[in-house]
């Protein structure tokens, strides 16, 4: 680079490698969000993603430095349509592809790697090209001059597509039209190394690239469906969010997942029978007046005790959760109910209130903050529960069996912090479900037979006759771990849940049920709700 940087312009060359940088990166980010709704956003998907990214640009260095004499501008500008054809290919199917990959009879761990691989490895590939042909065509004196300059340049690109995608991108706009962003960038990098030759036949390739790139975002993917009247959809900078409503309920839905639901008419309902239990802890003690629900969604839990007049503190780490409550779900600050938008860990680090029930809310099947499930965590809330305080833990798992395994980690966890553990399946099945945990501060176990009595003649605002009746004592811990700071296997424990059906009771007495946890995702509001 001759002379000061600031008096520096970029040649067609040079813009070629920055955008491929940028793009490359910044699809990387995109595959986690595309994947999120059919796969989580677990350890294993971003590995997934960031190892066939890496595998297939690598490939493409390989075969790109092996081509290299072939190079021209012309066939940068091909590659970089190519790229971009795939892109607009990708968001036309992607969702198909993701629900026939994911119904494939694999190890979930390694279920991600097919439709990483289909969807994103050609582009990649394709976009590893242009680094080792972009150095052959460099005017720099040497090879390694060139190739240095190259490669900086790629790796700028990568860091502002890094940053773009992630702090400005995915959370303002649908994944669609971040891919359209990238698509056209990819194609004007394409025009701009054609000209001032453009071609007829080129301008046409770049003429219908653009229009599937436009059309998709205007007509939506293939394939793709939700339930019902979608409402609002949105992207966060935490996840994929959507309301949707269907006879008479209405859910919100997040990275693809229903995470809450409520009746239109009679928001007061437990639409699932889960969200009842919540209200276990008030045959344990008496006196629960202050309480922390760690996990917003759509709120059933905390406005229900906020309309008992209790004090409900909510700690709720994605603003646009709250606000999509607040407009879609009758969420409404008040005395009683006080909404903060920050981690639940964080929260009471940072807080000095201690309260006489904190649930704990925020645990999806696939994709569990292990922060908020290790032993230094559960004394962090021992130490926010007055004397007599209660913890409630909502678990998704299977009461018995390999499926069971967080469940029984978790359990085994709290009681090492709280003198008494009980643990509530919601559903007589021996299926994955929502599995509550209560902990207490009182070292005196409560029977059975006593919290039946409190049931009969207590009102704690909800029947829960039927959920005492899944009091359970026999929860075997040998075999599962003490979940620490330092050591939280909380996806190897997670693994097992994969592909079991899933089944959640409603309130109502009707039970729905899944045939496997990935497919279930996606079939309306029926679906079973991991969230309040």
């Known amino acids: 680079m001759d002379g000061s940087p600031l008096d ?11 955008v491929s940088g940028l793009t490359s990166m910044g699809l990387e980010i995109l595959a986690g969000r595309l994947l999120a709704p059919e796969f989580g956003s677990s350890l294993y998907t971003w590995g997934s993603v960031i190892g066939v990214f890496l ?3 690598s490939l493409g260095y390989y075969r790109g430095g092996r081509r290299a004499r072939e190079a021209t501008r012309s066939r940068l500008a091909t590659l970089l349509l190519w790229s971009a054809g795939y892109v607009a290919f990708l968001l036309l199917v992607g969702d198909l592809v993701l629900r026939a990959t994911g119904s494939l009879p694999v190890p979930a761990r390694f279920a991600p790697l097919f439709p990483v691989t289909i969807l994103f490895g050609p582009p990649v590939y394709l976009l590893g090209f242009i680094s080792p042909y972009a150095a052959e065509l460099s005017d720099r004196e040497t090879p390694g001059a060139a190739s240095g300059h190259v490669y900086a340049l790629g790796t700028v690109g990568s860091i502002a597509g890094a940053f773009l995608t992630t702090f400005l991108l995915v959370p303002s706009l649908s994944v669609s039209t971040v891919g359209l962003l990238f698509g056209g960038v990819l194609v004007a990098a394409s025009a701009g190394l054609s000209l001032p030759s453009l071609s007829r036949e080129r301008l046409a390739r770049i003429g219908v690239v653009l229009l599937v790139l436009v059309g998709v975002v205007l007509t939506g993917p293939l394939g793709a469906a939700v339930t019902g009247e979608t409402v609002y959809r949105t992207q966060t900078p935490y996840q994929s969010l ?8 209405r859910t919100l839905y997040l990275d693809g997942q229903p995470h809450s639901a409520m009746d239109v008419d009679d928001p007061d309902r437990h639409v699932f029978d889960y969200t009842a239990y919540f209200h276990l802890p008030l045959l344990m003690s008496e006196d629960v007046d202050r309480v922390l629900f760690v996990g917003g969604g759509g709120f059933t839990g905390p406005k229900h005790f906020a309309r008992m007049g209790m004090t409900v503190d909510v700690a709720e780490i994605d603003p646009v959760v709250v606000r999509t409550a607040e407009e879609y779900f009758g969420v409404e600050e008040s005395a009683n109910l006080d909404v903060h938008t920050v981690g639940g860990r964080q929260f009471l680090q940072e807080t000095d209130r201690t309260y006489d029930l904190i649930v704990l809310d925020a645990y999806k099947r696939d994709k569990v903050p292990f922060q908020l499930t290790t032993v230094e965590f559960m004394r962090l809330v021992a130490d926010r529960l007055d004397e007599d305080g209660i913890l409630l833990a909502n678990v998704i798992s299977a009461p018995g069996g390999p499926a069971s395994k967080f469940y029984r980690a978790e359990y085994h966890t709290m009681a090492q912090v709280f003198p008494q553990v009980y643990a509530f399946p919601t559903s007589a099945t021996g299926l994955v479900q929502n599995i509550e945990l209560v902990a207490t501060k009182d070292d005196t176990r409560i029977t059975e037979a006593e919290l039946r009595r409190r049931a009969a003649t207590r009102e ?9 009746g899944f009091y359970r004592t026999d929860v075997p811990t040998d075999d599962v771990p003490v979940l ?3 050591r939280a296997p909380v996806e190897q424990l997670l693994d097992p849940m994969a592909g079991k059906a899933y089944v959640v009771e409603g309130a109502n007495g009707t039970t729905s049920t899944s045939g496997s946890v990935r497919v279930e995702r996606r079939r309306g ?8």
Request: net charge neutral; aromatic share 2%; hydrophobic share 50%.
């Open 242 to 249: 959507a309301v949707v409503d269907s006879d008479g309920v």
């Open 8 to 18: 520096w312009r970029p040649t067609g060359i040079e813009l070629a490698v920055l």
């Open 484 to 486: 620490r700071d330092g």
């Open 525 to 532: 509001v029926r679906s079973p709700t991991l969230a309040a």
């Open 55 to 57: 595998a297939a640009l």
């Open 460 to 468: 704690v605002g909800a029947n829960l006759s039927r959920a005492v």
